[in-house]
């Protein structure tokens, strides 16, 4: 998805993301995303005005990304690997990145989303902008590049542990007679129920990411998981964040962590939305609030990053899997979208 790195970028950003059918479905959507982006835009510039200007999220994705291919020529000798972003909404846009890969003359590269759990809101609209640039793939020679893509990893070893230990630093906090009292809230960018009820599976793959967490913590604090990031009147997956916070207050629950379970760095929903405007809820509810930490630079998290990568290529280059998931293969029950088979069958013949 990405996020403005400045505030100059915020109208360019939200025009872009209105402007997607796999994110937000909306009548008229060519001619309203724009209006709705120029509306949206001075509230959300000082959104990012409050925390600090703009997003962090390219500057971490890039030194994750760095710190992954680093081990990555470790984990598969004689191997050179590069990363690059790729950013729905934000620039480095698909199309600017592909152009970068060309004049490198990449020939072999692997979408790794970044969203751990699987929506055709996220990495499918993402992946969906890459097929769409499939005829600028070409290289000068004619041949163009062979793609894989590793889709889904919520439940990867690594990534669990690089949760958990976040949330054991944050709990260290409390004196120890009060840490498994504490209540965990764990915390995912919401979706339409519209798309839930088309058979997405990002609900499910979430929860699934949380009961590794709390396998791996050993269940010892009550936990729930809720859902942040609602826009517009329709139904979105619930309950939100904030009415769990204020549930959570008429039950008398006075300590919670927060936990950003779907996100892997810092940007706008965790500074802004859980630190600052939960923050103040939480507060106003007599709630000692406090967040564990992104995974951002996590050593932890960024080996987990390289493992999953290293073990993708010795499995499709072995020819133990394919080019994509079995999982990515399955359309929902309720998809009306005929380009998303198009799109799956074109990642499972590897870009061809």
């Known amino acids: 998805m990405?996020?403005?790195?400045?505030?100059?970028?915020?109208?360019?950003?939200?025009?872009?993301?209105?402007?997607?059918?796999d994110l937000i479905p909306i009548p008229a959507q060519k001619w309203l995303a724009p209006i709705l982006a120029k509306r949206r835009t001075p509230k959300i510039e000082q959104q990012y005005d409050e925390i600090g200007g703009g997003s962090p999220i390219l500057r971490w994705t890039r030194e994750q990304g760095e710190g992954m291919t680093r081990i990555l020529?470790?984990?598969?000798?004689?191997?050179?690997?590069?990363?690059?972003?790729?950013?729905?909404?934000a620039r480095p846009l698909t199309g600017e990145t592909i152009e970068e890969m060309k004049r490198d003359g990449v020939k072999r590269a692997i979408a790794f989303t970044q969203y751990p759990q699987y929506s055709c809101s996220t990495t499918g609209s993402s992946l969906m902008e890459l097929w769409r640039h499939r005829d600028e793939m070409k290289l000068p020679n004619g041949d163009g590049i062979e793609w894989s893509v590793i889709d889904r990893w919520?439940?990867?070893?690594?990534?669990?542990?690089?949760?958990?230990?976040?949330?054991?630093?944050?709990?260290?906090?409390?004196?120890?007679?009060?840490?498994?009292?504490?209540?965990?809230?764990?915390s995912a960018h919401s979706l339409p129920m519209t798309v839930v009820d088309r058979g997405d599976p990002y609900?499910?793959?979430?929860?699934?990411?949380?009961s590794a967490v709390m396998h791996r913590l050993g269940n010892k604090n009550p936990y729930r998981l809720v859902w942040q990031s609602k826009v517009g009147p329709r139904a979105w997956m619930g309950?939100?964040?904030?009415?769990?916070?204020?549930?959570?207050?008429?039950?008398?629950?006075?300590?919670?962590?927060?936990?950003?379970?779907?996100?892997?760095?810092?940007?706008?929903?965790?500074?802004?939305?859980?630190?600052?405007?939960?923050?103040?809820?939480?507060?106003?509810?007599?709630?000692?609030?406090?967040?564990?930490?992104?995974?951002n630079g996590s050593p932890v998290f960024i080996r987990a990053l390289a493992d999953i990568a290293a073990e993708h290529i010795k499995g499709v280059r072995s020819g133990e899997q394919g080019h994509t998931s079995v999982q990515m293969g399955l359309r929902c029950p309720g998809c009306k979208f005929e380009r998303c088979g198009h799109q799956k069958s074109w990642f499972a013949r590897g870009g061809r």
């Not at 990405?2 to 059918?21: I, R």
């Not at 470790?74 to 950013?87: H, Q, T």
């Not at 990534?159 to 009292?181: D, G």
């Not at 609900?203 to 949380?210: D, K, L, M, R, Y």
């Open 2 to 21: 990405g996020g403005p790195s400045t505030t100059s970028e915020v109208q360019f950003f939200l025009t872009n993301l209105f402007s997607d059918p």
């Open 73 to 89: 020529e470790e984990l598969v000798p004689g191997e050179r690997f590069k990363s690059y972003v790729m950013f729905r909404y």
């Open 154 to 186: 919520g439940t990867h070893p690594g990534l669990v542990e690089a949760f958990a230990q976040n949330i054991e630093r944050t709990l260290a906090e409390y004196p120890p007679e009060e840490r498994s009292k504490v209540v965990l809230l764990f």
């Open 203 to 210: 609900v499910s793959e979430v929860a699934a990411t949380v």
């Open 239 to 295: 309950p939100q964040t904030s009415e769990a916070l204020k549930g959570l207050a008429k039950l008398g629950e006075k300590k919670v962590v927060l936990v950003p379970i779907a996100f892997t760095s810092d940007h706008i929903e965790t500074l802004y939305e859980l630190d600052l405007e939960y923050g103040e809820e939480a507060k106003e509810l007599g709630i000692d609030l406090r967040r564990a930490e992104s995974l």
